[in-house]
């Protein structure tokens, strides 16, 4: 096999994508993360882990999500046809759950009884803390303490649903910082804990095991778009955080070369301010979290803080796999403001019933500006990958709405 002649052979086997990726981590960690890769290559391949899967995935989560057609907003557009896959439908309202039940399986399997996580918006915290309840382990999820107080609704549902938050009041106290402490908390408690990692990031097997259990839904796409057009896509869209609901929407198409795709990021205030989210568009390569890619540093190297209205958008890197896409030119990378994705936040609910979560709104913003300039042949496809309910009281600050009077 010659990985150059197929987008969908990276990582190498040492991690790499292209010059993205590897495993830049204490020697301490090595043999826990050499041991995550030896037994995921084993059980990826195993009927019964993939059955288990399959059964959590259809009758927990919902799968497979409908692929919409968004007739009202399509006709509005007046160009290509607009399809939602509705991975907003799955139980806890985003595709986050896809990758946890994937990885709690494993866990099982390597007869680990604890599991930790770090988590910014909460949004992975709680998709963690669901399938820790599901199967009866202890969860630790780490948090920064400027998160905790910014997220409460989510600090509340993990502690619902059993698990234990610590607050990490350490450097920016927020998301890098909590995953620094969960990685910490890893090597000290080496022999009975896994790391449940929530995007497609962190050391080398993560970015490529995150994709495959996010791959379900470009694969469901496929046969979905197939079954009704006749056809492959000839765009797919999709927001970008750490990149793992649009790599998961985009793997199984990568070699289709007829099939366009964009992947958008949060461009916050505007890339100019310098608060934004934008890794590939503001900021550039360097090591964070166990791989190399593309983040947001300051000329001296230190990483910065990312904005955006938008919790889940919020990181200051992007998984490795979207650095090398991105130098290869196989996807189009875009960003749109926290202004824009408002605006389209309430122009999908007005006009199909569907209130998005502020991170799809950011495709959709775009979807916007280029559907129009598509012929009405052109099928479109957008990841609605999370529902809006958790971010109306963002949206009510950002309108000046009171909503408890
Ligand atoms: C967490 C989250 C994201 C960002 O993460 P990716 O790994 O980039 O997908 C996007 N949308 C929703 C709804 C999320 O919860």
Excluded at 60 to 80: Q, W
Excluded at 179 to 184: D, F, G, I, P, T
Aim: hydrophobic share 40%.
């Amino acid at each position: 096999m010659n990985i150059k002649n197929s987008f969908k052979n990276w990582p190498d086997e040492s991690g790499f994508f292209g010059n993205f990726g590897g495993r830049y981590v204490a020697e301490t960690l090595m043999p826990l993360i050499k041991d995550v890769e030896k037994n995921y290559n084993i059980y990826c391949k195993d009927k019964n882990f993939i059955n288990e899967l399959d059964y959590y995935l259809k009758n927990f989560v919902g799968r497979p999500s409908p692929l919409y057609y968004a007739e009202r907003i399509t006709k509005d557009l007046g160009g290509g046809k607009i399809y939602f896959k509705r991975d907003e439908l799955n139980h806890t309202g985003a595709h986050k759950i896809n990758n946890c039940l994937g990885q709690i399986l494993l866990a099982k399997r390597m007869g680990k009884k604890r599991i930790i996580a770090e988590t910014g918006a909460g949004q992975h915290g709680v998709a963690v803390a669901t399938v820790c309840a599901l199967f009866n382990l202890p969860c630790i999820i780490y948090m920064g303490s400027k998160d905790i107080t910014r997220q409460s609704p989510n600090v509340f549902r993990m502690k619902l649903l059993g698990a234990k938050v610590i607050a990490v009041d350490t450097g920016s106290r927020s998301l890098k910082d909590a995953m620094n402490e969960a990685l910490r908390d890893w090597v000290t408690n080496v022999k009975n804990t896994f790391y449940i990692i929530g995007t497609v990031a962190g050391p080398h097997p993560y970015p490529k095991m995150v994709r495959d259990f996010q791959s379900i839904i470009g694969k469901e796409v496929k046969e979905q778009i197939f079954k009704k057009e006749k056809k492959m896509p000839d765009l797919l869209i999709a927001c970008i955080g750490g990149g793992s609901n649009a790599i998961g929407l985009f793997y199984d198409f990568l070699d289709n070369k007829e099939v366009k795709m964009i992947a958008v990021e949060a461009a916050g205030l505007g890339i100019k301010s310098g608060k934004h989210a934008s890794s590939l568009s503001g900021g550039k390569p360097g090591v964070l979290h166990g791989n190399k890619t593309y983040l947001l540093q300051t000329k001296s190297g230190q990483i910065k803080e990312a904005h955006s209205i938008s919790a889940g958008l919020d990181y200051p890197g992007i998984g490795p796999e979207h650095a090398f896409l991105f130098e290869q030119k196989r996807v189009n990378y875009v960003s749109v403001t926290d202004e824009e994705a408002i605006k389209a936040f309430k122009y999908c609910s007005k006009l199909e019933g569907i209130i998005p979560a502020l991170e799809p709104s950011h495709a959709l913003a775009h979807l916007i500006k280029v559907a129009p300039k598509m012929n009405k042949n052109k099928i479109i496809v957008m990841n609605m990958c999370g529902r809006g309910d958790k971010d109306i009281f963002t949206v009510a600050e950002k309108l000046k709405v009171k909503i408890n009077e």
